[in-house]
């Protein structure tokens, strides 16, 4: 059974940070592209960074460039999501999703629904305020 699994979520200030973790079974991670998409309260989904499975290719989204880093550790099946210099209209679910319909694209590309991609996380709640 494929699980994926983020943590790392939380309530920061404007200009903090936050890493996030996906932890990944079920699946040979070390051979997948995975993705990192969040939701903002009201809003739809929203792509927001690739990675490939040796970690060559690291693709994001203009809104989060320069300030979020993607990585993975795949002897240990994670992947990362390291934030930076947070801002409110960061607020957001954020999901570690993988196996893209369609197949592999690194980005950028609109997440219509979640039937864009076969597995979801349950998503990390991550709140910036002050």
């Known amino acids: 059974e494929v699980q994926l699994v983020e943590s790392g979520g939380g309530l920061v200030q404007p200009g903090g940070s936050l890493r996030l973790s996906c932890a990944a079974a079920g699946f040979t991670f070390s051979s997948d592209w995975m993705y990192w998409v969040r939701q903002a309260p009201g809003k739809g989904l929203e792509w927001i960074s690739t990675?490939?499975?040796?970690?060559?290719?690291?693709v994001y989204a203009d809104s989060v460039k320069g300030r979020f880093t993607i990585s993975r550790d795949n002897p240990k099946n994670t992947m990362y999501l390291q934030m930076n210099s947070l801002k409110p209209e960061d607020t957001a679910v954020y999901y570690c999703?993988?196996?893209?319909?369609?197949?592999?694209?690194?980005?950028?590309?609109?997440?219509?629904?979640?039937?864009?991609?076969?597995?979801w996380g349950r998503g990390t709640q991550v709140t910036v305020s002050s």
């Open positions: 999703v993988r196996d893209r319909r369609g197949g592999v694209t690194f980005g950028p590309f609109r997440v219509s629904s979640r039937a864009d991609f076969n597995y």
């Open positions: 990675i490939s499975p040796s970690s060559s290719t690291l």
